[in-house]
């Protein structure tokens, strides 16, 4: 099977009723990014980060996976698809994909603060707070916060390297390294960017200005020869 690779953003799970961060009424406008989500805004008020964390688990909760999540399990009928997501929502998983690389974390998970090995899964609903302790250790988000390294990435080039089609939904493409995964793509491969306000991107990719549940639907036909 052909390989198909996906690099999603939040775009894929705004029609989930997920917020995405530079939009209109973003998260970035509600909450100042480098104090929920930066090493230094950590390290000053652990407890506003819990917080905030704690928070979009709680919206994880109630929203579900959207028509274009599905639709990207459905391409596994058809292609080996990759995901490479900059999303710490749990919707590709939610949805069936079988295949899903988080680059920036998972909403979902803890690791411990003295031990980064140490990563836990949180039940449903439980919270955390800098005096929480999993199996005796403090933890934090398992988030890659801004002024951090971003560890999945050097695994996550070399799937881009192999794919025979490579695809971006849903993202503006400002924050690195992931918005350089494009320049891992062979030469010759197809490249497709869903998105209904895309951001400027080289020459010869083929832009399908839409949102991610149609635009899935638009790539499929195209991608299956019915368009
Ligand atoms: N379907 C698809 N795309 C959509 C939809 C939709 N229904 N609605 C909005 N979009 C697009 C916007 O046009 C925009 O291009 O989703 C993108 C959202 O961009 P950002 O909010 O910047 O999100 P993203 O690109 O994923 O941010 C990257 O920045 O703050 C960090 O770690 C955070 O992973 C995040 C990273």
Wanted: hydrophobic letters at 40%.
């Amino acid at each position: 099977m052909k390989r198909l690779v996906i690099s999603t953003g939040a775009g894929m799970s705004a029609e989930s009723g997920i917020s995405t961060f530079r939009d209109a009424g973003g998260l970035w406008e509600k909450y100042p990014v480098m104090q929920v989500c930066s090493a230094d805004g950590f390290a000053a008020d652990p407890a506003l980060v819990h917080e905030f964390y704690n928070e979009r688990r709680d919206q994880l909760d109630t929203v579900s996976p959207n028509p274009g999540h599905l639709g990207l399990v459905e391409l596994e009928k058809h292609f080996r698809v990759d995901i490479i997501t900059q999303n710490v929502d749990d919707l590709h998983e939610r949805a069936g994909s079988s295949s899903v690389h988080h680059l920036h974390g998972e909403l979902r998970k803890v690791r411990a603060l003295d031990d980064e090995s140490l990563v836990y899964t949180l039940r449903p609903g439980q919270r955390t707070t800098p005096a929480t302790r999993i199996d005796g250790h403090a933890v934090r988000p398992h988030i890659v916060f801004f002024q951090e390294a971003v560890p999945e990435f050097a695994p996550a080039t070399e799937i881009v390297a192999q794919a025979d089609v490579f695809v971006i939904i849903g993202t503006t493409l400002s924050v690195y390294p992931a918005a350089s995964l494009l320049r891992y793509v062979r030469p010759g491969v197809p490249v497709y960017y869903i998105d209904p306000n895309p951001a400027s991107v080289p020459q010869g990719v083929h832009v399908i200005r839409a949102g991610a549940s149609e635009g899935v639907a638009m790539l499929t036909r195209i991608l299956l020869g019915e368009a």
